[in-house]
């Protein structure tokens, strides 16, 4: 086995921190939903909490901070045809002759 | 037995059966965790699949051809029935696979029969032009999901990557035959949908909304069963790439794989990544014809002179995006085992090392990344802007090249060999030549200026049958063919070989040509009537019957194919375990490998490359891989 | 017959069979879940008009549930890291949680789904309610197969421990690794669909 006792409850210690930070940062975002920002600052600020809050899941949670190369090597190409797949569609609609919404 | 070329290898049959229970037909043939059984079953479904896709482009055939006459029955059904019957005789009536094939057949005569009359489908014996949508659609569905993907992935992959990379079996025997019977639930699901209300589905094999989502229930079955064959191909994918990743043996360093490993390897990652958004929209769809939601329906619509009551909102073109984010990388899905398969066969029948071997696998790597990105210039009709068609425009150029690289590259490999032409490199060798039509002819489909006159015409019929039916359904018969001293320790008939490739391969030009002709005059694809209503299609309308002649005519040919495969089993000529005396671990490492077993009892370790054919020096003319 | 790396490591790739597999499962599922949210972002982009989340939707509802979906998430991982230190009591109560957790979770979903129900939204009323519906269910669903996973291996799966240990620590390490993936759509999934 490649983790020592010692190892795993230093883990330990590293889950209860990141438990409380994902409560904290629950909370910022849902107080700032209140605030009813305008729909542009409302999302840019939710999505990058959210994107904290899914790191620190992957990182420390699914151990992704000390993975394997190949588990990286996948992971990067899916983001990346991810993002493409988000990107490319997005942009399509928007430089698009006709416009599919006419009301 | 083993010509034991190699010191690791010992004969599987007489360790195993010494400490192996006896297992039960059922255990052992039919609900089997072992990659050969499953391989054969995959590969048993799909060509059946394939037979039914066939068939019922051959009834179109006959609307396009003689458009409003009544459809002959008899001369359809008979042959496929007596067929039937004939490998049931050959099989001695036994409980055995040539038995099952034979019911197999004569239940698809029926169902043939069932399809050919009826007065909803077939009023008077002239079809309906719903129906022809629907022979449609379903010709293209099973083609695609439930032919060629199965048989080039599911049978071959699962056959011989195991073997050629010396694994004991897959990394997830049970995954394995999961992966299986959910493409079968899919299947059957595709086959009771033509019996349901209304027909099986017949808004085309890529169901644009909004027509797919007004259409007849069939739809809904067609995207249930969507999901059951998408489940599957992700399961076997992620198998697949595991099993690559993982098992190889000892020695065989990613650049000694055969390249047929290497591109089942590709293809698996096309299918993880590209098939679940499509997964996602087909869920969208269904809830849009179950629940009432409206993903792709947008407000105002009017059928038939009628305001669609709905809330609307959605948009058709969301579900074009995400189909063709998957079909496109599909039809490299089709392609690439194909070309591992032609890679196997030209090496070893030129008796050279593949010209080029490093590129080759570069090649197939960087269409596997490019196929992502290319997807819209499917759409180019839809009102693409200029800066996002420019976009795919180019990557599609780009695309092209590796595809190039790997046809140039087996071209050459030809290039001063000695070469043995077999049934089976007969076969490779015309794939070159066919898939290179295919291949440019995508070109002008490539470009938004010309593919505004080409798109939706038989023109892009012409460019992916060029690809996929001398082009891959080439390369699958080619690796019927070679596989088949392997499966069996017995070779298939060459003479019969040889009238199957002459005669389909004439025919398939014939059937395919004039649809490019067809094409550049402006004729739709999707016509019921053949086109005939339009005055600009008039004067191509005489190839409509070439086309169907050249059809049925080849289906005589694939007789010879049907009965070498079957008399061969029982009655081909005994061979070695090498028959072609081939370089890779499946001819090697094994002797033909005892079904339900494991692969090797000690695993071989390897000591080169895949394809070394005439080393100067060497003793023989062929090295394999595990001889030191 | 034994295949190779199915408890050890591959020298190469340093990893077990089940671990690559489930990494690529997840790679599958980052393009379904994307797939998913680039339609939704589209229909929401394309409307003339879309409803906040917090107007129709039950924040403090979804809230509790982020939480609960969370602690979760922690159980999970400790009950691995009790297994990494032979712990086999403490496993079996944090898995527990795990599943509670689970559960408590679903029946949460349950209501707010009977509440919009009461007041006759359904997927079928408008795109809005038709992207909540189908984003949270196809993640409910999720979250079932989760549960059955967890739960098999808190009962009849745990039998392992006695004759496998190194095999049932990675079957967990797997287990949870798609749990947490389940945890991560949802943090995606509130603020998108609940706070925007
Ligand atoms: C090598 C370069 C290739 C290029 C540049 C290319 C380009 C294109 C383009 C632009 C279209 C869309 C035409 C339209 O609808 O207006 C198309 C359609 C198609 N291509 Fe290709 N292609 C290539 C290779 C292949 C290969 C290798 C396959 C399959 C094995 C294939 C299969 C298909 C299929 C099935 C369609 C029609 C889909 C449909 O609308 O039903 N193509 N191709
Ligand atoms: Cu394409």
Redesign the pocket.
Known sequence: MEHSHEEIKKHVRKYIFVFVALMALTVITVVVSYLHLTITTAVIVALFIATIKGSLVAAYFMHLISEKKVIYITLLFTVFFFIGLIVLTMTAFHDQVMIPHVS | MSTSSSSHTVDAHIHHDADHHEQGFWSKYVFSTDHKVIGIQYGVTSLLFLFLGFTLMMIMRWQLAYTGEPFPVIRFVLPIGIIGLLTMFVSGFKPSLGTTVGILFIAMAGLIWYLATGEERMPMGIMAPEYYNALGAMH?TIM?FLGVVPLGVGAFGNYVMPLQIGAPDMAFPKLNMMSYWIYLVGGVIMIISFFVPGGAANS???SYPPLSEIATEGQTWWLVGMVFLITSSLLGAINFIVTILQLRVKGLGFMRLPFFVWAQFVTSFLLLLAFPPLEAAGILQLLDRVVGTNFFLPSGLVISGEKLVNAGGGTPILWQHLFWFL??P???V??LP?MGIIAEIIANNTRKPLWGYKYIVYSALFIGFMSFI?WA??M??TGMGTTISAFFQTT??I??IP??VILTSLAVSLYGGSIRFNTAMLFALAFIPM?GI??????P???ATS?LH????YY??G???Y??AP??IFALFAGIYWWFPKLTGRTMNETLGKVHFWGSFVCMNFIFFPMLIQGMVGLS?RMYDGGEQYSHNQSVLYLNEVMSIAAWVMAIFQIFFIVNLFVSMKKGKKTTDNHWEATTLDWTATTAPPLAHGNFTTLPTVYHGPYEYSVPGAKKDFTPQNEK | MQIPHTIEHHPETGLYNAKVGIWLFLASEVMLFGALFTSYILLRIGAPTWPHGWEELNIPLATVNTVVLIASSVTMVMSWASLMMKDFKKYKMYMGITVLCGLIFLVIKAFEYGAKFEHHHFPSTNNFFATYFTLTGLHGLHVIGGIIVNAYFWGPGSKMWKTEPQRFINRIEVAGLYWHFVDLVWIFLFPSLYLL
């Open positions: 293209g695609i085309g094999w890529t079909a496109h599909e039809v490299y089709l392609i194909a290319v210039h499917h180019y009709i599609t150029m695309i092209s595809s190039i898939f295919g291949g440019l002819t995508g070109l489909l490539g470009l593919d080409l798109h939706d015409t892009v019929i460019h992916f049958h690809v996929v082009g891959t694809r």
